[in-house]
């Protein structure tokens, strides 16, 4: 296959990775808004998938730390590209159907490692970036976001604590249009540069660059924030409902904490150029609002459940990644 073909199968590939990162990450920004009925979930869906096209255009650090800070990407070929792309659908599309806000970043990077580790063995994963630019955030920003909310949501108990019920309920939900369209944005800052990092990659080794002159065109920009946007106005109900209320039951005020935690976690960890899960910090940022009432407040089996699905994607998708080089590698 000639190498522009193979270029062109990436780029396709990688778009739609992201976006089943869209419709699978649309709980991110939105089930809170939804679960506190906010706003109705198609204009919610609407106005993430907008806040989302938008951040794709904030910087470009995360971008490139997946493109050259996971895997050696002087070892890496097209091939290994499109494995790490299939390991990671297949694990988004898996997630999806069982309504597990799982992460597709994570699958992203276990996709890449996975298929870094059979083209390359050891040596082809950065082990020291994977360390220090994913699993250090992974642990710290769910923690950090459910601090966050938690003392959020007091602060607000304590200053408004004069408000009617009625009253404060309308403030929150009007306030949540303001955090809800944060959250996209800062989802879509961080989460659309992670395929635009695989694109130009891709890019690189078409034309047998230096790695380290690495640079996103602005076509790449807009098309990854154009495919996550649209995935995300197609929407991910399940997760929606998994994250929205299974949870625990928010009320505005929660849904506000969290939104506003979850985004400024987000927005930090994009300015640093981390890949963050985005999934990870709003599942935390939930729970946090929610142990403000009481810890049973917080459905802990469902969580429970979240927490498997986090630990499991980083192998999981390796593993499919793996199982998918050898048949790419025949097929291209």
Known sequence: MSGDVLLVVVIVVALGFDFTNGFHDTANAIATSVGTRAVTPRVAVLVAAVANLAGAFVTTAVAKNVAKGLIDANLATQQTLIAALAGAITWNLLTWWFGLPSSSSHA??????????????????????????????????????????????????????????????????????GTGTWVAFTHGANDAQKTMGVIALALVLHRHGDVASLEIPTWVKVAAGLAIGLGTYVGGWRIIRTLGQRVFQMEPES????????????YLATHYGYPLSTTHVVSGAVMGAGATKRLSAVRWGVAGNIVTAWVLTLPAAALVAAGCYWPVQGIF
């Open 108 to 177: 992203l990077i276990g996709g890449l490692v996975g298929a870094a580790l059979v083209q390359s063995g050891s040596k082809g994963v950065l082990w020291h970036g994977i360390a220090h630019k994913v699993v250090i955030p992974a642990l710290a920003a769910p923690a950090i976001a459910f601090a966050a909310a938690f003392c959020l949501l007091l602060l607000i108990y304590w200053v408004f604590v004069w408000l009617s019920p009625g009253v404060a309920s309308r403030g929150f939900r009007l306030g949540q249009l």
């Open 255 to 266: 849904g506000f904490a969290a939104q506003a935690s979850a985004g400024a976690t987000i």
